[in-house]
């Protein structure tokens, strides 16, 4: 199980009006822990207002760069984003969990590959893109990036520096909703998007992979286009940042309540819990100190393996089927379904 260090803030620097990135200073001794691939995240945890808050970013700088730095944008209500945006300070101190994450690029084959992001959507996928263009091969990054405006851009400088360093390997294509840009298009992303860029811009390249992240209904939309386009399952990877689905306690088949084993850091726990609840609540309630960050299944920091028993997940947008047929659950979205349940969140 991923354990936190404090690390400390090396830098913030403004990105948007309502973006920062952060850079985390990683002591020696703690490198080879935060060696990353990209597309991978790191999860935070700090306490604000006397409670315990964890969130889960995304790395955007490159493998190469010996640089942790991360993106937190202000969203409405946000606790932990508008703490970062606002309060948090040079020389503060963040508890951080090692890299993890399986949003990376697996094909080293793979010469063509699209990135297709929506606001902060971008922090992986230029991650991937840098990778991919350092990587010293012939590779091409072609990016379709989807903001209200260019100022609200997360990393359009830096985007624009990349394009011009590798010409013929970095394209880009910037589409806003609220404002006419001379050269992008406007509107959201969607399948006229996709088919515009790909079919008429690139209808000279075949794309080995596909990168997604934003919205839920975004990457939905677009994953029908490309599989229209030929893409299949196996090329297509996407990360949510947000979901339609929420999280908590649900009605289930069944009442009552279950007998539950957790395993953490080789220390058992048995408890008794409602049918109705997910087993990363029920063990929380129970001082168990699970991995978790999102609780919305939009991460896999609270992945578990099934030992004894059975349980089904609400919602699942991480684990590939061969993953559940081994056994391996969200805890935040694991509702048990036998009268006993034994789970092992160190085998995973």
Not at 186 to 195: A, L
């Amino acid at each position: 199980m991923s354990k936190f260090n404090p690390l400390k803030v090396k830098e913030i620097r403004r990105e948007t009006p309502l973006a920062v990135s952060i850079v985390f200073d990683v002591p020696a001794d703690l490198k080879a822990d935060y060696q990353f691939q990209a597309g991978q995240y790191i999860n935070i945890k700090t306490t604000i207002n006397g409670a315990e808050v964890r969130r889960s970013y995304s790395i955007s700088s490159s493998p190469k760069s010996n640089e942790l730095r991360v993106v937190v944008k202000a969203v409405e209500s946000g606790l932990f984003s508008n703490y970062v945006t606002q309060h948090l300070q040079v020389g503060d101190v963040l508890e951080v969990a090692p890299p993890e994450g399986k949003f990376i690029l697996e094909n080293t084959n793979a010469k063509v590959i699209v990135g297709i992001a929506a606001g902060s959507g971008i922090t992986p996928i230029i991650s991937l893109a840098k990778d991919t263009l350092e990587s010293g091969t012939d590779s091409t990054f072609i990016l379709i990036y989807g903001n209200k405006t260019a100022e609200d851009t997360i990393y359009f400088s830096e985007i624009e520096a990349l394009k011009n360093k590798y010409l013929g390997r970095f394209f880009v294509h910037y589409t806003f909703t609220t404002a006419q840009v001379e050269g992008s298009l406007f509107g959201r992303i969607e399948r006229s998007t996709i088919n515009f860029v790909l079919k008429n811009k690139h209808n000279d390249k075949r794309v080995d992979e596909y990168f997604l992240c934003g919205p839920e209904d975004m990457i939905k939309k677009v994953t029908d286009v490309l599989k229209e386009n030929g893409a299949n399952e196996e090329q297509i990877h996407y990360e949510l940042f947000t979901t339609s689905s929420t999280n908590g306690e649900i009605p289930v088949s069944g009442e009552g309540m279950v007998k539950v084993t957790v395993l953490v850091d080789d220390v058992e726990t048995t408890f008794n819990m409602p049918r109705t609840e997910n087993i990363l609540n029920a063990a929380l309630k129970h001082g168990i100190d699970a991995p978790y960050s999102c609780q919305g299944g939009i991460c896999s920091s609270c992945m578990c393996r099934t030992v004894k028993g059975s349980a089904e997940m609400k919602t699942n947008h991480i684990l590939m089927d061969d993953e559940i047929e081994e056994g391996l659950v969200l805890a935040c979205q694991a509702y048990v379904t036998s009268d006993e349940i034994y789970v092992d969140f160190d085998d995973v």
